[in-house]
């Protein structure tokens, strides 16, 4: 019984021995993989963040000529789906400025 516990005990030692040495050994490609990882996800921010202003700009387009439309018509909710639409870009606008200044 006394032996099964010293071998228990060795066998675990040397697990975690080997355990540590192999994540060792591979820690500095781990290091170079994340930095890399990174400068690539950061490059793609400033063309993301322009493609988010120009869908902005058409959505901004589309949903200012709905408005027009029923203001014209004589709707009485055009209040509401002005301020519905205008809410959404200033909100797009928000997001996209504050997720490029958070990741950058």
């Keep these: 019984m006394k032996n099964k516990r010293i071998v228990r005990s ?3 030692a040397i697990l975690l021995f080997s355990a540590h040495l192999l994540f060792a050994q591979g820690g500095g490609n781990g290091t170079a993989g994340i ?3 990174t400068t690539q ?3 793609y921010f400033d063309p993301l963040t322009r493609l988010m202003y120009a869908i902005g700009a058409v959505l901004g387009l589309v949903g200012a000529i709905k408005v027009y439309s029923k203001w014209n018509s004589g709707d ?3 209040q ?3 301020v519905s ?3 959404s870009m200033i909100f797009l606008v928000i997001v996209a ?3 490029r200044a958070f990741f950058l």
């Design 80 to 82: 509401k789906v002005a």
């Design 76 to 78: 009485q909710d055009t």
């Design 10 to 12: 060795l066998l675990t």
């Design 85 to 87: 639409w205008f809410g």
């Design 97 to 99: 400025t504050v997720v």
């Design 41 to 43: 996800v950061t490059s």
């Design 35 to 37: 930095q890399d990882a």
